[in-house]
């Protein structure tokens, strides 16, 4: 099994593609054409599964770990409990904002986009300072025995989107993204 902070890595790489899948369905929305529900949908329910039950429990636990070890190290992850709730909020409104677009309430096309433009913005800046600044913090100031216990008390839980599962809600979602990911690395 991969570290825990290669592990994490790989969720924000994994989830920065999402992001660009939702991107180009808003670009759609924006454009006035109908982006595909299905992986609206599928992106909507992901965003409320997987970070707040795997991927952010995670990095809590390595923070506690880090901040034991060394708490100046920790310093630049102050606030990250807040964040990641912060995050989780953003995502229950992008997906009540996906579920009254859905239902046809009267809800105003520029207050969809608004709602997913926010959330996208969030999660791309939340990914780039942990990135940036805890990951780096961890990575300089866990030992291999802290890494070693934080990897082995991991949940195993198979990212229901990136994994090996084959989830029915997902299946489209995952193809849009290997295909568009397939044609840009041909165009590159």
């Known amino acids: 099994m991969a570290n825990v902070l290669s592990i994490l890595r790989q969720d924000h790489k994994n989830m920065s593609r999402l992001l660009d899948a939702l991107e180009r369905q808003i670009e759609i929305f924006d454009a006035g054409g109908h982006p595909d529900?299905?992986?609206?949908?599928?992106i909507a329910g992901y965003v409320l599964e997987y970070p707040d039950r795997f991927h952010h429990p995670v990095e809590d636990m390595v923070l506690d770990v880090l901040r034991q070890r060394d708490a100046a190290a920790a310093q630049p992850a102050a606030g990250l409990e807040r964040e990641h709730q912060r995050i989780g909020q953003l995502?229950?409104?992008?997906?009540?904002?996906?579920?009254?677009?859905?239902?046809?309430?009267?809800?105003?096309?520029?207050?969809?986009?608004?709602?997913?433009?926010?959330?996208?913005?969030?999660?791309?800046?939340?990914?780039?300072?942990?990135?940036?600044?805890?990951?780096?913090?961890?990575?300089?100031?866990?030992?291999?025995?802290?890494?070693?216990?934080?990897?082995?008390?991991?949940?195993?839980?198979?990212?229901?989107?990136?994994?090996?599962?084959?989830?029915?809600?997902?299946?489209?979602?995952?193809?849009?993204?290997?295909?568009?990911?397939?044609?840009?690395?041909?165009?590159?």
Do not use: C, K
Request: glycine share 0%; charged share 30%; net charge negative.
């Open 37 to 42: 529900l299905d992986i609206v949908l599928a």
């Open 91 to 188: 995502a229950r409104d992008f997906n009540l904002a996906v579920e009254a677009w859905i239902s046809e309430e009267p809800a105003r096309r520029a207050d969809f986009l608004d709602t997913a433009r926010s959330f996208v913005t969030a999660m791309r800046d939340h990914i780039a300072h942990e990135d940036r600044e805890f990951f780096p913090a961890a990575e300089a100031a866990l030992t291999a025995e802290d890494l070693d216990r934080l990897t082995d008390s991991v949940p195993r839980l198979d990212d229901p989107l990136f994994g090996t599962a084959d989830r029915d809600s997902y299946v489209r979602l995952r193809q849009n993204i290997l295909n568009w990911s397939a044609d840009e690395a041909a165009s590159s």
